[in-house]
């Protein structure tokens, strides 16, 4: 059941949106953590630049992250899907998601 | 049914949801190849506001096979696109719907086609093609069949396509067959699990008459779909055989944005509903398989041959039916493959068994519609195709009109077997075993030229399906 959460102050630099966060499962570990449209997300230019424009930029094309256990990213923009790992972002979704 | 609401998951996507799949030699154009492709089951036709209409979510295919890989060497896409002329009215039509481009019809739907080759080159065969509506009433489509001409479009090169509502055209005794199994002509040779609570044999009902589907329905040239563009008339020529099936797909994301009031979709398209020979995810797949074998191309399909060489069906008839399928309850008990049953729907059949036949397409298993093309269509058809002695019917692609449920189910009983084994002898049950049910019970014809399923019933005319 996908259960979305009350909106919350802006995020500081460099943290994740509690209302931006879609628990799609009980356990963290176990089903992961999808985060949509997040302009945030920390990518770096070479990891998928289209990408993050269009997060920003282009309301018709969002961009949808799942985390996967071990820190592993699936980043969702039009027909396309790229993948990528990210502890310290991982980490840091986890903790938001903890603070729930 | 053939392939209604066959699988947990896809039962709750209609719009998704791939029902039959024909494939055939056009009787009136026998230089082409007619695909059709059914979604949107069970539609009741007095279904509005909201009548139906494709998915503008959904990516719909119709892959060929022309290799006997199990992969596509052509595929056709179809893109569908929704266009609202006014928002501010709940009305589907304001007035008469009397052209495609008629002001009065306030939900109109466009669609585009692409053909796409083994090499990945993609062709656009036609944009913004227009959808007819709905069949609602004689108020709102006063000339139903005028409006649906007018969306057969010419492609060029003896090429058409139209994509719209029809009428049913699979019949079914579902109400029977899915009460474990009771066919009506054969309820007194039913072993109702000692309740007798129908005794008496009868004829079949037709389940699905009445209701409407959406179709999409090419006819290209053979040299369209074949390896090597053949177009001879060798039915032995492996390159005359080609293996049909359709697949709907949908974006791996799907997010229900309140910030936005929007739903969107995002990522690549996955697989959800596929569908080649009728039944086959439907009685052959256990549940288990089902939603996965939805996910899954025809070149994986050897992880589903062990559902086809022992068929859950066939094991069920000798002990629903007592003393009625003696020689299938010992073909059971032998644990022998069911070469018959995986030839006809895994690899096509070798030349050899059936005089002047074969729609072999290779030792990969895979579940395709296989149509020996070089076969012509028949002057004098029979609804039970290659049981019935006619080379151009079911298994060898499907006509619109092709009595499946007869034909597998018969097979299944073992009615098939004896070409691969000329030992067995079926049970004389096994040639006429059948939910009763025939194109007889359908009150609108099929039509004898493209698309070829009939006008779809009109809401006013049919308020219950």
Redesign the interface.
């Given at each position: 059941m996908?259960h979305?959460q009350q909106p919350a102050p802006a995020p500081e630099p460099g943290t994740v949106s509690r209302r931006k966060l879609i628990i799609t499962g009980a356990s963290l570990a176990a089903a992961g953590v999808?985060v949509?449209?997040v302009a945030s997300i920390p990518f770096t230019a070479n990891e998928n630049a289209d990408a993050s424009a269009a997060a920003g930029d282009d309301?018709?094309?969002?961009?949808?992250v799942?985390l996967r256990p071990g820190g592993k990213f699936d980043v969702?923009?039009?027909?396309?899907?790229v993948q990528l790992t990210d502890h310290a972002f991982a980490a840091r979704l986890t903790d938001a998601v903890k603070a729930l | 049914m053939s392939s209604h609401r066959e699988a947990p998951e896809i039962s709750k996507d209609p719009v998704a949801d791939s029902t039959d799949v024909y494939a055939f030699v056009s009787p009136d154009k026998p230089d082409t190849v007619t695909l059709i492709a059914n979604y949107v089951p069970l539609q009741a036709p007095a279904g509005g506001p909201n009548f139906y209409e494709f998915g503008d979510d959904v990516l719909y295919e119709i892959h060929i096979d022309n290799t006997g890989d199990g992969n596509p060497d052509v595929t056709y896409q179809f893109w569908f696109t929704t266009e609202v002329r006014n928002p501010n009215t709940f009305l589907y039509n304001t007035g008469p719907i009397l052209t495609l481009d008629s002001p009065n019809w306030n939900r109109r739907q466009f669609y585009s086609v692409t053909r796409k080759d083994a090499r990945g080159r993609t062709q656009q065969l036609a944009k913004r093609v227009p959808c007819p509506p709905c069949n609602i009433g004689p108020l709102s489509t006063p000339n139903y069949p005028k409006l649906a001409d007018a969306a057969v479009r010419d492609l060029g090169g003896g090429r058409r396509v139209f994509a719209g509502q029809r009428a049913e055209g699979f019949y079914v005794d579902l109400g029977a067959v899915f009460d474990l199994l009771d066919p009506r002509p054969f309820a007194d040779a039913h072993e109702h699990f000692g309740l007798k609570k129908f005794p008496q044999a009868g004829p079949g009902v037709n389940a699905t008459k009445n209701f409407n589907v959406h179709t999409i329905a090419l006819q290209v040239p053979r040299a369209d779909l074949t390896r090597e563009g053949y177009k001879g008339k060798d039915v032995n020529d492996p390159r005359a055989v080609i293996g049909v099936w359709t697949a709907a797909s949908r974006q791996r994301v799907r997010m229900l944005d309140t910030e936005l009031n929007n739903t969107w979709a995002t990522g690549p398209y996955r697989q959800v509903s596929r569908l080649a020979n009728p039944l086959f995810n439907e009685v052959i797949n256990p549940m288990g398989q089902k939603d996965f074998w939805n996910t899954q191309t025809p070149a994986g399909d050897a992880r589903f041959a062990k559902f086809v060489s022992k068929p859950e069906v066939a094991q069920l008839l000798p002990g629903l039916f007592p003393g009625v399928f003696p020689n299938l309850d010992v073909l059971n008990k032998s644990g022998k493959p069911r070469a018959d049953l995986l030839a006809i729907l895994l690899t096509g059949i070798p030349a050899g068994l059936i005089p002047g036949f074969q729609n072999f397409t290779g030792q990969t298993q895979a579940d395709e519609m296989r149509l020996n093309t070089a076969i012509p269509p028949t002057g004098k058809p029979s609804i039970y195709g290659l049981l019935g002695g006619d080379l151009a019917g079911f298994p060898n692609g499907r006509r619109v009109f092709d009595d499946v449920v007869a034909i597998e189910l018969r097979a299944i009983a073992g009615a098939t077997y004896a070409l691969v084994d000329k030992n067995y002898t079926p049970d004389p049950a096994a040639a006429q075993v059948d939910d009763g049910v025939t194109p007889d019970s359908l009150d609108i014809p099929y039509l004898n030229r493209f698309p070829y399923l009939g006008v779809p019933n009109s809401g006013f005319f049919t308020p219950s399906a």
């Open positions: 996908l979305e999808a949509g449209a309301p018709k094309k969002p961009v949808m799942y969702f923009v039009g027909q396309d899907r | -």
